[in-house]
Protein backbone atom coordinates (compact mmCIF):
# COMPACT_ATOMS: atom_id res chain seq x y z
CA UNK A 1 0.00 0.00 0.00
CA UNK A 2 1.70 3.17 -0.78
CA UNK A 3 2.61 5.54 2.10
CA UNK A 4 0.52 8.41 -0.22
CA UNK A 5 -1.41 6.99 -2.80
CA UNK A 6 -1.86 11.05 -4.20
CA UNK A 7 1.61 11.12 -4.85
CA UNK A 8 1.31 7.96 -7.11
CA UNK A 9 1.15 8.46 -10.58
CA UNK A 10 -0.32 6.15 -13.34
CA UNK A 11 -0.35 6.48 -17.09
CA UNK A 12 -4.25 5.60 -18.31
CA UNK A 13 -5.28 3.75 -20.84
CA UNK A 14 -4.60 4.76 -24.43
CA UNK A 15 -7.63 7.57 -25.26
CA UNK A 16 -7.38 5.37 -28.75
CA UNK A 17 -8.75 2.33 -26.88
CA UNK A 18 -11.45 4.29 -24.96
CA UNK A 19 -14.91 4.22 -26.65
CA UNK A 20 -16.54 7.83 -27.12
CA UNK A 21 -18.91 6.52 -26.87
CA UNK A 22 -38.96 8.67 6.69
CA UNK A 23 -39.74 6.22 5.05
CA UNK A 24 -43.73 6.22 5.31
CA UNK A 25 -44.73 3.28 2.34
CA UNK A 26 -41.08 2.45 1.95
CA UNK A 27 -40.39 5.32 -0.32
CA UNK A 28 -38.54 9.12 1.76
CA UNK A 29 -40.36 11.21 -1.03
CA UNK A 30 -38.29 14.28 -1.77
CA UNK A 31 -39.98 17.55 -1.99
CA UNK A 32 -39.48 18.85 -5.53
CA UNK A 33 -39.31 22.65 -4.88
CA UNK A 34 -36.92 21.68 -1.55
CA UNK A 35 -34.62 19.83 -4.36
CA UNK A 36 -34.87 22.74 -6.78
CA UNK A 37 -33.44 25.05 -3.98
CA UNK A 38 -31.26 23.45 -2.95
CA UNK A 39 -29.50 22.09 -6.07
CA UNK A 40 -30.06 26.26 -7.14
CA UNK A 41 -27.90 27.00 -3.67
CA UNK A 42 -25.13 24.80 -4.51
CA UNK A 43 -24.92 26.36 -7.72
CA UNK A 44 -24.48 29.80 -6.15
CA UNK A 45 -22.01 28.52 -4.61
CA UNK A 46 -19.92 27.25 -7.59
CA UNK A 47 -20.44 30.83 -8.66
CA UNK A 48 -18.51 32.02 -5.82
CA UNK A 49 -15.68 29.11 -6.12
CA UNK A 50 -15.07 30.24 -9.76
CA UNK A 51 -14.32 34.24 -8.76
CA UNK A 52 -12.03 33.20 -6.29
CA UNK A 53 -9.58 30.58 -8.29
CA UNK A 54 -7.07 31.26 -6.36
CA UNK A 55 -8.35 28.99 -3.83
CA UNK A 56 -6.97 25.97 -3.07
CA UNK A 57 -9.01 22.58 -2.58
CA UNK A 58 -7.43 20.72 0.24
CA UNK A 59 -8.77 17.78 -0.67
CA UNK A 60 -6.96 17.35 -4.06
CA UNK A 61 -3.57 17.81 -2.45
CA UNK A 62 -1.25 15.40 -1.74
CA UNK A 63 0.47 15.03 1.37
CA UNK A 64 4.15 16.79 0.29
CA UNK A 65 1.58 19.33 -1.46
CA UNK A 66 -0.41 19.92 2.06
CA UNK A 67 2.84 20.53 3.28
CA UNK A 68 3.99 22.81 0.58
CA UNK A 69 1.03 24.67 0.49
CA UNK A 70 1.10 25.21 4.70
CA UNK A 71 4.81 26.39 4.18
CA UNK A 72 3.31 29.48 1.86
CA UNK A 73 1.22 30.20 5.02
CA UNK A 74 4.05 30.24 7.85
CA UNK A 75 2.76 27.15 9.12
CA UNK A 76 5.10 23.85 10.09
CA UNK A 77 4.81 20.69 8.38
CA UNK A 78 3.07 18.89 10.99
CA UNK A 79 -0.22 20.38 10.58
CA UNK A 80 -1.19 18.74 7.62
CA UNK A 81 -1.77 15.52 9.28
CA UNK A 82 -4.02 17.26 11.53
CA UNK A 83 -5.84 18.97 7.83
CA UNK A 84 -5.70 15.39 6.69
CA UNK A 85 -7.43 13.80 9.15
CA UNK A 86 -10.53 16.92 9.06
CA UNK A 87 -10.72 16.42 5.98
CA UNK A 88 -10.19 13.34 4.35
CA UNK A 89 -11.59 10.90 7.58
CA UNK A 90 -13.92 13.21 9.28
CA UNK A 91 -14.91 14.71 6.17
CA UNK A 92 -15.29 18.13 7.79
CA UNK A 93 -17.30 21.09 6.10
CA UNK A 94 -16.17 23.94 7.56
CA UNK A 95 -13.20 25.10 9.03
CA UNK A 96 -14.21 26.30 12.35
CA UNK A 97 -14.91 22.40 12.98
CA UNK A 98 -11.25 21.95 13.00
CA UNK A 99 -10.92 22.38 16.52
CA UNK A 100 -6.70 21.39 17.16
CA UNK A 101 -5.70 24.12 15.09
CA UNK A 102 -6.03 27.85 16.36
CA UNK A 103 -8.66 30.32 15.53
CA UNK A 104 -5.73 32.17 13.15
CA UNK A 105 -4.86 29.54 11.07
CA UNK A 106 -8.48 29.11 10.61
CA UNK A 107 -8.59 32.02 9.47
CA UNK A 108 -5.91 31.48 6.95
CA UNK A 109 -7.22 28.14 5.56
CA UNK A 110 -11.08 30.10 4.87
CA UNK A 111 -9.20 32.98 3.37
CA UNK A 112 -6.77 30.68 0.77
CA UNK A 113 -8.66 27.57 0.46
CA UNK A 114 -11.72 25.28 -0.16
CA UNK A 115 -12.75 21.52 1.74
CA UNK A 116 -14.06 20.01 -2.00
CA UNK A 117 -16.62 17.62 -0.69
CA UNK A 118 -20.14 17.42 -1.29
CA UNK A 119 -23.58 18.82 -0.93
CA UNK A 120 -26.62 16.84 -0.99
CA UNK A 121 -29.64 17.82 -2.44
CA UNK A 122 -31.45 15.22 -1.65
CA UNK A 123 -32.29 11.49 -0.01
CA UNK A 124 -34.22 8.57 -0.35
CA UNK A 125 -34.32 6.15 2.06
CA UNK A 126 -35.82 2.50 1.15
CA UNK A 127 -37.91 -0.09 3.24
CA UNK A 128 -34.43 -2.14 3.39
CA UNK A 129 -32.78 0.66 5.19
CA UNK A 130 -30.74 1.30 2.04
CA UNK A 131 -30.07 5.40 1.44
CA UNK A 132 -29.56 7.08 -1.94
CA UNK A 133 -28.42 10.06 -2.82
CA UNK A 134 -28.01 12.80 -4.98
CA UNK A 135 -24.97 14.94 -4.48
CA UNK A 136 -23.76 18.58 -6.16
CA UNK A 137 -20.15 19.32 -6.58
CA UNK A 138 -18.63 22.79 -6.76
CA UNK A 139 -19.53 23.40 -10.66
CA UNK A 140 -23.11 22.35 -9.50
CA UNK A 141 -22.70 18.73 -11.65
CA UNK A 142 -24.46 15.98 -9.86
CA UNK A 143 -24.49 12.26 -9.30
CA UNK A 144 -26.05 9.74 -7.32
CA UNK A 145 -24.44 7.23 -4.80
CA UNK A 146 -25.88 4.16 -2.63
CA UNK A 147 -25.50 3.27 0.90
CA UNK A 148 -26.70 -0.24 2.05
CA UNK A 149 -26.44 -1.45 5.62
CA UNK A 150 -26.50 -5.41 6.58
CA UNK A 151 -26.02 -6.02 10.33
CA UNK A 152 -22.74 -4.22 11.55
CA UNK A 153 -21.38 -3.69 7.72
CA UNK A 154 -22.05 -0.72 4.96
CA UNK A 155 -21.56 -0.83 1.36
CA UNK A 156 -21.87 1.94 -0.89
CA UNK A 157 -21.85 2.64 -4.72
CA UNK A 158 -20.57 5.74 -5.79
CA UNK A 159 -20.02 6.85 -9.31
CA UNK A 160 -17.07 7.59 -11.42
CA UNK A 161 -18.66 9.67 -14.06
CA UNK A 162 -21.13 12.25 -14.36
CA UNK A 163 -23.35 10.44 -17.15
CA UNK A 164 -22.37 7.63 -19.18
CA UNK A 165 -21.15 7.14 -22.79
CA UNK A 166 -21.60 3.56 -23.16
CA UNK A 167 -25.22 3.51 -23.91
CA UNK A 168 -26.05 -0.05 -22.62
CA UNK A 169 -29.78 -0.42 -23.26
CA UNK A 170 -30.62 -1.52 -19.36
CA UNK A 171 -29.26 0.87 -17.78
CA UNK A 172 -31.04 4.53 -16.79
CA UNK A 173 -27.39 6.08 -16.33
CA UNK A 174 -26.87 5.43 -20.22
CA UNK A 175 -29.38 6.49 -21.79
CA UNK A 176 -29.29 9.96 -20.10
CA UNK A 177 -25.87 10.94 -21.95
CA UNK A 178 -22.73 11.92 -20.91
CA UNK A 179 -21.82 15.10 -19.09
CA UNK A 180 -17.66 14.76 -17.49
CA UNK A 181 -15.48 13.14 -15.85
CA UNK A 182 -15.15 13.32 -11.53
CA UNK A 183 -11.85 13.86 -9.86
CA UNK A 184 -10.92 11.53 -7.63
CA UNK A 185 -11.41 13.92 -5.11
CA UNK A 186 -15.26 13.82 -6.35
CA UNK A 187 -15.59 10.02 -6.52
CA UNK A 188 -14.08 9.73 -2.72
CA UNK A 189 -16.11 12.36 -1.50
CA UNK A 190 -19.01 10.55 -2.07
CA UNK A 191 -17.84 7.47 0.44
CA UNK A 192 -17.28 10.05 3.06
CA UNK A 193 -20.65 11.75 2.74
CA UNK A 194 -22.16 8.30 2.61
CA UNK A 195 -19.78 7.30 5.95
CA UNK A 196 -20.37 10.04 7.77
CA UNK A 197 -24.20 10.25 7.00
CA UNK A 198 -24.86 6.70 8.67
CA UNK A 199 -21.94 7.13 11.15
CA UNK A 200 -20.32 4.44 11.15
CA UNK A 201 -17.38 3.14 9.02
CA UNK A 202 -17.89 1.83 5.64
CA UNK A 203 -16.59 -2.17 5.03
CA UNK A 204 -16.98 -2.46 0.93
CA UNK A 205 -17.23 -0.09 -1.39
CA UNK A 206 -17.93 -0.54 -5.34
CA UNK A 207 -17.60 1.99 -8.23
CA UNK A 208 -20.57 1.08 -10.31
CA UNK A 209 -22.54 3.90 -9.96
CA UNK A 210 -23.03 6.37 -12.79
CA UNK A 211 -20.16 6.39 -15.51
CA UNK A 212 -17.73 4.12 -16.66
CA UNK A 213 -14.59 3.61 -14.25
CA UNK A 214 -11.66 2.60 -16.88
CA UNK A 215 -13.21 5.52 -19.06
CA UNK A 216 -12.01 7.72 -16.12
CA UNK A 217 -8.96 5.77 -14.97
CA UNK A 218 -6.28 7.59 -13.46
CA UNK A 219 -8.91 9.85 -11.43
CA UNK A 220 -10.68 6.13 -10.37
CA UNK A 221 -7.68 4.32 -9.12
CA UNK A 222 -6.66 7.60 -7.70
CA UNK A 223 -10.07 7.37 -5.07
CA UNK A 224 -9.73 3.62 -4.88
CA UNK A 225 -5.77 3.90 -3.47
CA UNK A 226 -7.41 6.78 -0.99
CA UNK A 227 -10.29 4.91 0.23
CA UNK A 228 -7.53 1.81 0.83
CA UNK A 229 -4.87 4.53 2.88
CA UNK A 230 -5.01 4.59 6.57
CA UNK A 231 -5.27 8.57 5.97
CA UNK A 232 -8.55 7.86 4.15
CA UNK A 233 -11.73 5.34 4.79
CA UNK A 234 -8.91 2.54 5.47
CA UNK A 235 -10.88 -0.01 3.69
CA UNK A 236 -9.40 -2.76 2.66
CA UNK A 237 -8.11 -3.42 -1.23
CA UNK A 238 -9.95 -6.37 -1.60
CA UNK A 239 -13.43 -5.04 -0.30
CA UNK A 240 -12.71 -2.58 -3.16
CA UNK A 241 -14.19 -3.00 -6.34
CA UNK A 242 -14.03 -1.62 -9.49
CA UNK A 243 -17.07 -2.02 -12.34
CA UNK A 244 -16.46 -1.82 -16.20
CA UNK A 245 -18.31 -2.76 -19.42
CA UNK A 246 -15.19 -4.41 -20.67
CA UNK A 247 -12.66 -1.63 -21.93
CA UNK A 248 -9.53 -3.97 -22.41
CA UNK A 249 -7.02 -1.61 -21.39
CA UNK A 250 -8.65 -0.46 -18.41
CA UNK A 251 -8.50 -4.14 -17.32
CA UNK A 252 -4.54 -5.17 -18.48
CA UNK A 253 -3.92 -1.64 -16.42
CA UNK A 254 -5.85 -3.11 -13.40
CA UNK A 255 -4.00 -6.38 -14.05
CA UNK A 256 -0.08 -4.14 -13.27
CA UNK A 257 -1.44 -2.24 -10.44
CA UNK A 258 0.11 -3.68 -6.61
CA UNK A 259 -3.08 -3.59 -4.84
CA UNK A 260 -5.44 -6.73 -4.49
CA UNK A 261 -8.62 -4.17 -6.08
CA UNK A 262 -11.63 -6.32 -7.07
CA UNK A 263 -12.30 -6.46 -10.37
CA UNK A 264 -16.92 -7.05 -11.92
CA UNK A 265 -17.09 -6.53 -15.93
CA UNK A 266 -20.48 -6.49 -16.72
CA UNK A 267 -21.31 -9.21 -19.56
CA UNK A 268 -24.85 -9.85 -19.92
CA UNK A 269 -24.45 -11.67 -22.71
CA UNK A 270 -21.91 -14.29 -24.00
CA UNK A 271 -23.97 -14.37 -27.65
CA UNK A 272 -21.66 -11.55 -29.48
CA UNK A 273 -25.26 -10.14 -31.36
CA UNK A 274 -27.72 -9.70 -28.51
CA UNK A 275 -24.27 -8.58 -26.35
CA UNK A 276 -23.71 -5.32 -28.62
CA UNK A 277 -27.38 -4.74 -29.05
CA UNK A 278 -27.19 -4.80 -25.06
CA UNK A 279 -24.43 -2.67 -24.73
CA UNK A 280 -23.37 -0.90 -27.78
CA UNK A 281 -20.70 1.10 -26.55
CA UNK A 282 -17.71 -2.20 -26.72
CA UNK A 283 -19.04 -3.66 -29.91
CA UNK A 284 -14.94 -2.92 -30.57
CA UNK A 285 -13.85 -5.19 -27.68
CA UNK A 286 -15.03 -8.29 -28.73
CA UNK A 287 -16.10 -11.71 -26.62
CA UNK A 288 -13.08 -13.13 -28.09
CA UNK A 289 -10.91 -10.18 -26.82
CA UNK A 290 -12.92 -9.76 -23.56
CA UNK A 291 -12.05 -13.62 -22.40
CA UNK A 292 -8.25 -13.43 -23.60
CA UNK A 293 -8.21 -10.30 -21.48
CA UNK A 294 -9.72 -12.24 -18.32
CA UNK A 295 -7.61 -14.98 -18.65
CA UNK A 296 -4.52 -12.58 -18.62
CA UNK A 297 -6.67 -10.85 -15.90
CA UNK A 298 -6.56 -14.11 -13.43
CA UNK A 299 -2.73 -15.74 -14.56
CA UNK A 300 -1.59 -12.14 -13.22
CA UNK A 301 -3.28 -11.35 -10.14
CA UNK A 302 -4.49 -14.75 -9.11
CA UNK A 303 -7.98 -13.09 -8.02
CA UNK A 304 -11.71 -14.03 -8.98
CA UNK A 305 -13.13 -11.45 -11.08
CA UNK A 306 -17.11 -11.37 -11.19
CA UNK A 307 -19.36 -11.14 -13.81
CA UNK A 308 -22.23 -9.51 -13.91
CA UNK A 309 -25.24 -10.99 -15.98
CA UNK A 310 -28.50 -8.48 -15.68
CA UNK A 311 -31.14 -11.79 -16.64
CA UNK A 312 -33.37 -10.08 -19.19
CA UNK A 313 -36.92 -12.52 -20.58
CA UNK A 314 -36.38 -13.03 -24.07
CA UNK A 315 -33.30 -11.65 -24.39
CA UNK A 316 -30.66 -13.09 -22.85
CA UNK A 317 -31.92 -15.73 -20.39
CA UNK A 318 -32.57 -18.98 -23.50
CA UNK A 319 -31.05 -22.03 -23.78
CA UNK A 320 -28.86 -20.59 -26.54
CA UNK A 321 -27.42 -18.03 -24.47
CA UNK A 322 -26.96 -20.26 -21.23
CA UNK A 323 -24.62 -22.44 -23.45
CA UNK A 324 -22.93 -19.80 -24.78
CA UNK A 325 -22.51 -18.40 -20.89
CA UNK A 326 -21.43 -21.96 -20.46
CA UNK A 327 -18.70 -21.96 -22.84
CA UNK A 328 -17.38 -18.53 -22.16
CA UNK A 329 -16.85 -18.88 -18.19
CA UNK A 330 -16.35 -23.05 -18.25
CA UNK A 331 -12.59 -23.85 -17.37
CA UNK A 332 -11.84 -19.88 -15.98
CA UNK A 333 -11.83 -18.25 -12.27
CA UNK A 334 -14.38 -16.57 -12.20
CA UNK A 335 -18.05 -15.90 -10.13
CA UNK A 336 -20.59 -14.98 -12.46
CA UNK A 337 -23.56 -12.79 -10.36
CA UNK A 338 -27.17 -12.93 -11.71
CA UNK A 339 -29.17 -10.20 -11.18
CA UNK A 340 -33.27 -10.12 -12.04
CA UNK A 341 -33.21 -7.43 -15.02
CA UNK A 342 -34.57 -3.85 -12.39
CA UNK A 343 -37.26 -1.71 -13.54
CA UNK A 344 -36.90 1.15 -16.02
CA UNK A 345 -39.68 3.45 -16.37
CA UNK A 346 -40.03 3.59 -20.33
CA UNK A 347 -38.53 0.15 -20.87
CA UNK A 348 -39.89 -2.38 -22.63
CA UNK A 349 -37.09 -5.06 -21.33
CA UNK A 350 -38.32 -7.37 -18.45
CA UNK A 351 -36.78 -9.33 -15.83
CA UNK A 352 -36.79 -13.24 -16.11
CA UNK A 353 -38.59 -15.58 -14.46
CA UNK A 354 -37.55 -16.98 -11.25
CA UNK A 355 -37.35 -19.81 -12.62
CA UNK A 356 -34.66 -19.14 -15.34
CA UNK A 357 -32.33 -17.41 -12.92
CA UNK A 358 -32.43 -20.60 -11.06
CA UNK A 359 -31.75 -22.62 -14.27
CA UNK A 360 -28.84 -20.76 -15.07
CA UNK A 361 -27.41 -21.23 -11.13
CA UNK A 362 -27.87 -24.94 -11.74
CA UNK A 363 -26.22 -25.58 -15.06
CA UNK A 364 -23.24 -23.14 -13.93
CA UNK A 365 -22.46 -24.47 -10.90
CA UNK A 366 -22.63 -28.39 -12.95
CA UNK A 367 -19.45 -27.16 -14.40
CA UNK A 368 -17.61 -25.99 -11.74
CA UNK A 369 -18.51 -21.83 -12.35
CA UNK A 370 -19.43 -19.98 -8.79
CA UNK A 371 -22.30 -18.37 -9.69
CA UNK A 372 -25.04 -16.57 -6.97
CA UNK A 373 -28.24 -14.82 -7.86
CA UNK A 374 -27.71 -11.03 -6.46
CA UNK A 375 -30.60 -9.97 -4.34
CA UNK A 376 -30.90 -6.28 -5.19
CA UNK A 377 -30.84 -3.30 -2.70
CA UNK A 378 -33.33 -0.23 -2.79
CA UNK A 379 -35.17 -1.14 -6.10
CA UNK A 380 -38.45 0.79 -4.41
CA UNK A 381 -36.45 4.01 -4.76
CA UNK A 382 -34.56 3.46 -8.16
CA UNK A 383 -31.11 2.88 -5.89
CA UNK A 384 -30.82 -1.17 -7.66
CA UNK A 385 -28.46 -1.94 -10.37
CA UNK A 386 -29.08 -0.32 -13.59
CA UNK A 387 -31.20 2.84 -12.30
CA UNK A 388 -29.40 5.56 -11.12
CA UNK A 389 -29.68 8.35 -13.74
CA UNK A 390 -27.89 11.64 -14.18
CA UNK A 391 -30.52 13.85 -12.66
CA UNK A 392 -31.08 17.73 -13.04
CA UNK A 393 -33.44 20.02 -11.07
CA UNK A 394 -35.74 21.91 -13.36
CA UNK A 395 -35.89 25.62 -13.24
Not at 30 to 50: G, L, M, N, R, W
Not at 76 to 103: C, G, H, Y
Not at 285 to 296: I, T
Amino acid sequence: MPENPRTTKTKSPSAADTPAAPVAGGICAIDSETVVATYDAAKEDAKSAKTSRAKVNLAELSHDELVEFLGTLGEPAFRAKQIEDWVRSKNVRSFDEMTNLSKTLRAKLSEAATLGGVTEVARQESVDGSRKYLVAFDDGTSVECVGMPHGDKLSTCVSTQAGCRMGCLFCATGQSGFTRNLTADEIYAQAAHIAQDFGRRITSVVLMGQGEPFANYDATLEAMREMNSPKGLGIGARHITVSTCGIIPGIRALSQEPEQFGLAVSLHSAVPETRNTLMPGVKKYSLKRLHDAMKNYTEKTRRRPTYEYAMIRGINDDDASLDALVDFCAGTLCHVNLIALNHLPGSKLEPSDPARLDAFVKRLSSVGVETTIRQSRGADIDAACGQLKQRKAAK
